[in-house]
């Protein structure tokens, strides 16, 4: 049984009321909705999940892997550097073509592990702290996160999959106050780590290991190559979990889940 994991929409307090100094908007003040935000609060302890239950999109199969329940994508539950499975998504492409599936791993000794504090709780139920939760995320992912990427269509080629990503991700170099040239440079070394590595088929698995140092990209067993640029890496990261990430029920997930498992 689980209560409505996210039972966390938002929830206006009564005018005037204050959470974790983060002012409301005065518009609404019934007298329930404070109550009802401790209760979405609450939620989160009260999930109790059998194996083999879906969990927020993801069903055990086994002591070691989980299956991402839109795509039928496997993903092992830890990796072999002592990170541990935060939640997994889809890409889609023109709204129903799932190009491929995606998880995203945190280090288990990472403090995002741990902050379920009821003041943390509560905040979930507020529209606009996603911002604050992916800056949370973002500062502390270098050399403790990884993606991972599972291919799930026919459709997803090299080539297309580095120029989406280039799409995606030079933006967000941008933002950081890279210089063009430089942002252009990085990116052809990363679209090149694509071009180089082995053809890409439905069930190819590519790894992109967010390092302090750049990140690390890794497609099937043998190809391995690390592109240098700290940027890069978060910017790869926002790519997912950003207010205008590419998957957004992906990002979702990933808020939610730390919040839950502890």
């Known amino acids: 049984l689980e209560l ?3 039972l966390c929409f938002p929830i206006m307090a009564p005018a005037g009321a204050c959470l974790d100094g983060v002012r409301p908007p005065q518009r609404q003040s019934p007298r329930l909705l404070l109550p009802l935000s401790l209760l979405c609060a609450a939620a989160g302890w009260l999930a109790v999940r059998p194996a083999g239950e879906l969990v ?7 002591a070691t892997t989980v299956t991402d329940h839109a795509s039928g994508a496997a993903f092992p539950e830890e990796l072999d550097k002592g990170q541990r499975l935060v939640a997994t998504g ?3 492409k023109f709204g129903a073509v799932k190009v491929y599936a995606v998880g995203l ?10 902050d379920t504090s009821p003041t943390m709780r509560v905040r979930w139920c507020w529209w606009g702290d996603a911002d604050a939760q992916a800056a949370a995320l973002l500062k502390e992912a270098p050399g403790k996160a990884t993606l991972r ?5 026919g459709l997803a080629t090299q080539e297309k999959i580095a120029a989406a990503l280039r799409d995606s991700v030079e933006p967000r170099l941008l933002a950081l106050k890279v210089a063009k040239a ?10 090149a780590a694509f071009l180089k590595g082995p053809a890409l088929k439905p069930k190819s698995v590519i790894v992109f290991r967010l390092a302090k140092t750049g990140v690390e990209v890794s497609i099937g067993e043998t190809y391995r190559v690390e592109v240098k ?3 890069l890496a978060h910017a790869l990261l926002a790519t997912y979990v950003d207010r205008t990430a ?4 992906f990002r979702d997930e990933i808020f939610v889940e730390l919040q839950r498992k502890h």
């Open 4 to 6: 409505f994991p996210p």
């Open 56 to 62: 927020g999109g993801l069903a055990a199969v086994g």
């Open 90 to 92: 889809v890409r889609k």
């Open 105 to 114: 791993y945190l280090d288990k000794g990472s403090s995002l592990w741990h």
């Open 149 to 153: 990427l599972v291919i799930t269509s």
């Open 182 to 191: 430089d942002a252009d440079e990085v990116l052809q070394a990363f679209q």
């Open 229 to 231: 640029s700290p940027k």
């Open 246 to 249: 590419v998957a957004p029920k």
